[in-house]
């Protein structure tokens, strides 16, 4: 982060002057955890939940840093998070990881060690669409000296505010689309070499001949016709499972089909709350069939109260 009018003007200086260049590591993977959930995994969600028991995790590629980049040639290193919705707002933790994960398989029962609560960076989290900054500058200068410390980020609430809920976009989100990015300022890698002169244009070749047309091959016999296809299904019903979220809960619910039927669709309901209504917060994560034979729906009560849902099933016998 620039901390100060002198440091913007001396960075301004190096990019004016040649003498630096900026770019982004990729992200490479980034998921969130919960406590209150140890065994699920929330790799292929669009948001990066922290508070409530949710913890999250980022690391970046660092092998397209230029060849023979060095920790002395970083001049700045700044974590960029968009701020997609802010449940309490407070302030959270940026803390180096000291253990390996992988997006599709990390939970909270495995999750790999961080550096320890108050070692990191505080920044503050206040209101949602908009983004915070991280300097990371420390940091990153210790995974290019050793690349095989670089396990990654973890996003915990701050030991000043373990009250913050806050909600951050991932690489998985198709709406808003505004991915974490490692933003990094390198000093020149070596003076600009003088351009060579330009070569002669060589002489233009002949062209050759155009090339006879082949014969059209004879018309083959037409194949016979395939048997008529049978219906698709039939035995058509509704199925649902009702159950009550707590609030500030991560749900899952899973309406199944009878044996021997497929799903064809689903969805979820939430009953009429009367004065409540116009107060029902719900994140809608996913719906989709979770398998051949059950509708699967996640979803977030951000309430202060419980909320009854139902998840829906349309199944049908497969012919």
Not at 63 to 84: M, S
Request: charged letters at 10%; hydrophobic letters at 45%.
């Amino acid at each position: 982060m620039i901390r100060s009018r002198r440091d913007l003007t001396a960075l301004l200086g190096l990019l004016a002057a040649g003498s630096a260049m900026a770019l982004d590591l990729p992200l490479q993977a980034d998921a969130h955890i919960n406590a209150s959930m140890p065994s699920a995994n929330f790799g292929a969600l669009g948001t990066l939940n922290v508070g409530n028991g949710a913890n999250a995790l980022l690391r970046f590629d660092l092998a397209t840093l230029p060849a023979g980049t060095t920790a002395a040639k970083l001049v700045k290193a700044n974590l960029i998070l968009y701020v997609n919705r802010v449940g309490a707002p407070g302030a959270i933790e940026v803390l180096g990881l000291n253990g390996a994960w992988a997006e599709g398989s990390v939970t909270a029962a495995n999750q790999p060690p961080n550096a320890g609560a108050g070692s990191g960076i505080s920044v503050p989290v206040g209101a949602a669409n908009q983004y915070i900054s991280v300097d990371l500058t420390g940091l990153v200068k210790q995974w290019i000296s050793n690349p095989g410390s670089n396990f990654g980020l973890a996003l915990t609430t701050a030991l000043s505010a373990p009250g913050t809920v806050a909600f951050f976009d991932s690489k998985e989100n198709t709406a808003t689309a505004h991915v974490a990015r490692l933003d990094l300022t390198l000093a020149d890698q070596g003076p600009k070499g003088d351009t060579g002169a330009t070569g002669l244009t060589g002489a233009t070749g002949a062209k050759g001949a155009t090339g006879a047309t082949g014969a059209i091959g004879a018309t083959g016999p037409a194949g016979i016709q395939g048997p008529q296809g049978q219906a698709g299904v039939s035995g058509h019903q509704r199925v649902s499972a009702t159950t009550s979220i707590p609030a500030s809960f991560l749900a899952t619910l899973v309406a199944s089909c009878p044996s021997g039927k497929k799903v064809l669709g689903g969805g979820v309901q939430f009953p009429s709350l009367g004065s409540q209504l116009d107060q029902l917060k719900l994140v809608m994560h996913q719906s989709y069939p979770s398998s051949d034979s059950s509708w699967q729906v996640y979803f977030s009560n951000t309430n202060a109260f419980a909320v009854q849902a139902t998840v829906w099933a349309i199944c049908a016998s497969a012919l």
